[in-house]
C-alpha cells in the first residue's frame, strides 16, 4: 500500500482547485484531478504537481451528471488506488435574479452543486468506511452558512446552501468511522 494519501480534487484543471492540488502535493499526497470536458484543460496543473507526483492523474467529467461521480471514482481506484481525501471544487455559478431564471438554471444549479456533492460522498464513502479514514472538504459561498441573502444569487445560493447543510449532517454521521467532512 502506498505511504502516502490518494486525494482527489475536482475542478482543478484552474483557479483555486488548481492551487489545492499543487498544495496537497507538495505535502506529499498522490494527487486524482478532475476537470470539465471542454473546459479548462488540465496540463497547467499537471505540469506543477507531476514533479511531487510523477503519476498524477486528471479524468475529464461532467458533474451535471450524477452518475459521473461513480465514474470518475472507479476509474481514478483502478488506476490509483483508494481515494482518502476528496477536495470537491466543482459548482456552476448563474448569477441571474429570480425574475430571469428559468427551470434549466435551477437544475443547473442544484444538480451541478449539490447533486456532486451527494453523488461524489455515494461515491468515495463505502471505501473509507471500510478503511476507518476519510476527508471531505465542499465548498459553500460566502454566506451559505448563514443563509446571507445576496441580489442575483437566489438559485445558486439555494444550492450551496444545500450542500453546507448536507455537509453538517453527514459530518456528524460519518465522524464515528473516523471520516471528516468540512465545508
Known sequence: MPASRLALVTGAGAGLAKGIALRLAERGDRIALTYR???TPPDATLALVR???ADALAVAADFSRFEAAAEVVRTIEATRGPIDVLVHAVGPIV????ARANPGDYRAMVEAN???AVALA?????GMR???YGRIVFFGMNGSSVTQP???????GAAKSGVVAFARALALEEASSGISVNI
Do not use: N
Not at 95 to 98: C, D, M
Open 130 to 132: 471500510e478503511r476507518c
Open 51 to 53: 514533479p511531487h507526483d
Open 95 to 98: 448569477v441571474k435574479r429570480f
Open 114 to 116: 449539490l447533486g456532486s
Open 150 to 156: 445576496a441580489r442575483g444569487m437566489t438559485l445558486y
Open 37 to 39: 470536458t471542454g473546459g
Open 122 to 126: 455515494f461515491a468515495v464513502l463505502p
